[in-house]
């Protein structure tokens, strides 16, 4: 089962950023916090992930607050090509288990 | 470089009819994924290898659904006397090796009528 909680919707206007949350309250001390996101009818392409501190990279910035029960994905300059499903997913790197549980996301919706 | 390929993109079949499934994983990703996606839901995890030997095939709703991956890299989703409900996407992933970050393909889309 998924061990995320993300609001089902967001919208964001173009050229502000987009904040997206993530509750994952029962996140063990191995699991790393993956962001994945989903254009209509394409495969989920992977974002950016991180263990305690904030990560950012060319596509965005991730913030785990200190006790890692919550994250959020930020996407400084949104654009109407970021409208898609975002997932949040925690994952053990050093597990034998190799799945991803990807709950039903947030889908951001873009407007010019 | 190249990113995981999968083929055919669609694929229309009759119910009761085997399919196939083909996934070309990024060159020297040890570990392959597959995962099923039905409308309105996330990827739903069906199963993965290490190397050439599944080492977790729970995600397999059923013994109709079989995958082999014999080299080591190309793998193939083999699903007999398909049935209405097998329509979905069915999306592979690669990673360097066990627990890394995965990368998607595009999916193929299977619809049994």
């Known amino acids: 089962d998924a061990k995320t909680t993300q609001p089902p919707s967001m919208d964001c206007a173009e050229g502000r950023a987009a904040n997206l949350p993530c509750n994952h309250s029962?996140?063990?001390?191995?699991?790393?916090v993956y962001w994945y996101r989903q254009i209509h009818s394409q495969g989920p392409q992977y974002i950016i992930h991180?263990?305690?501190n904030n990560e950012t990279n060319e596509m965005a910035s991730l913030i785990i607050t200190e006790d890692r029960k919550s994250s959020t994905l930020i996407l400084p300059h949104a654009t109407l090509r970021d409208t898609a499903v975002y997932y949040c997913?925690?994952?053990?790197?050093?597990?034998?288990?190799?799945?991803?549980?990807f709950g039903r996301g947030t889908q951001l919706t873009v407007w010019p | 470089g190249a990113g995981v390929s999968q083929t055919p993109s669609n694929k229309v079949t009759e119910k009761g009819k085997y399919v196939e499934l083909r996934c070309d994983p990024i060159?020297?990703?040890?570990?392959l994924y597959w995962y099923r996606q039905s409308l309105g839901q996330g990827p739903e995890f069906l199963i993965y290898?290490?190397?050439?030997?599944?080492?977790?095939d729970s995600g397999l709703p059923n013994d109709r659904f079989f995958a082999v991956r014999p080299e080591g890299s190309v793998s193939t989703l083999k699903i007999q006397r398909t049935e209405r409900g097998d329509s979905a996407v069915y999306l592979c992933?690669?990673?360097?090796?066990?627990?890394?970050?995965?990368?998607f393909g595009p999916g193929t889309r299977l619809t049994v009528l």
């Open positions: 992933a690669s990673s360097l090796t066990q627990g890394d970050t995965q990368y």
């Open positions: 029962t996140i063990s001390g191995n699991e790393y």
């Open positions: 991180g263990l305690k």
């Open positions: 997913i925690v994952a053990d790197r050093g597990s034998t288990l190799g799945r991803l549980y």
């Open positions: 060159s020297g990703h040890t570990a």
């Open positions: 290898f290490q190397g050439t030997g599944a080492a977790d």
